[in-house]
T-cell receptor
Framework: DTAVSQTPKYLVTQMGNDKSIKCEQN?????MYWYKQDSKKFLKIMFS???????INETVPNRFSPKSPDKAHLNLHINSLELGDSAVYFC???????????????FGEGSRLTVL | AQKITQTQPGMFVQEKEAVTLDCTYD???????LFWYKQPSSGEMIFLIY??????QNATEGRYSLNFQKARKSANLVISASQLGDSAMYFC??????????????FGKGTLLTVNP
């Protein structure tokens, strides 16, 4: 059973198009995330949600709209795609840090987006 | 705000030798967690080891150990008896405890480790 699954794994699209990436976790975690990994491998937080509520929006352009229909799902929709959006997008989940847990992130396999 | 610094873009090690990957951090949070992740060329992110800021002992997980020096704000990863399969990108990361920092991990830029046969 895949703990955090995201689809599709690959997207190739033209500038100006709209695309979505779906993410689901079966770990029972309360918190879900979207990270962007650029061509230099730098991982940057985009959004985090806790129990369907947006907690962190790290100055992401409003062309990016996350949606969490329930705490097991966090989808990412991107409007009007630009060349600079080309990257690998990782979904992740965790329990909040502190307490008895470490709060480590469990990552999906990543979705590689290429904008032409 | 949290900041993670990994000053070694790349490291080389001979198979079966030990290697230390450096990580320094900066935070104003009174407590925090430090993590190391491995990303092989296949792209998945693999959690390796965790150190809590109030843990009395340095964390160990198999061949991985974390050399935590709180006063120096460093959390270096030590890999003993390197194997060819250890060749990968390694990321140091931190989770804070205030101002929403509990709801994200901040990552360093990574160190690319190459294990030579």
């Amino acid at each position: 059973d895949t703990a955090v699954s995201q689809t599709p794994k690959y997207l190739v699209t033209q500038m100006g198009n709209d695309k979505s990436i779906k993410c689901e976790q079966n770990l029972g975690h309360d918190t879900m995330y979207w990270y962007k990994q650029d061509s230099k491998k730098f991982l940057k937080i985009m959004f985090s949600y806790n129990n369907k509520e947006l907690i962190i929006n790290e100055t992401v352009p409003n062309r990016f709209s996350p949606k969490s229909p329930d705490k097991a799902h966090l989808n990412l929709h991107i409007n009007s795609l630009e060349l600079g959006d080309s990257a690998v997008y990782f979904c992740a989940s965790s329990q909040p840090g502190g307490g008895e847990g470490t709060g480590e992130l469990f990552f999906g396999e990543g979705s590689r987006l290429t904008v032409l | 705000a949290q900041k993670i610094t990994q000053t070694q873009p790349g490291m080389f090690v001979q198979e079966k030798e030990a290697v230390t990957l450096d990580c320094t951090y900066d935070t104003s949070d009174p407590s925090y967690g430090l993590f190391w992740y491995k990303q092989p060329s296949s792209g998945e992110m693999i959690f390796l080891i965790y150190q809590g800021s109030y843990d009395q002992q340095n964390a160990t997980e198999g061949r991985y150990s974390l050399n935590f020096q709180k006063a120096r704000k460093s959390a270096n990863l030590v890999i003993s008896a390197s194997q060819l399969g250890d060749s990968a990108m390694y990321f140091c990361a931190m989770r804070g405890t205030s101002g929403g920092s509990n709801y994200k991990l901040t990552f360093g830029k990574g160190t690319l480790l190459t294990v030579n046969p």
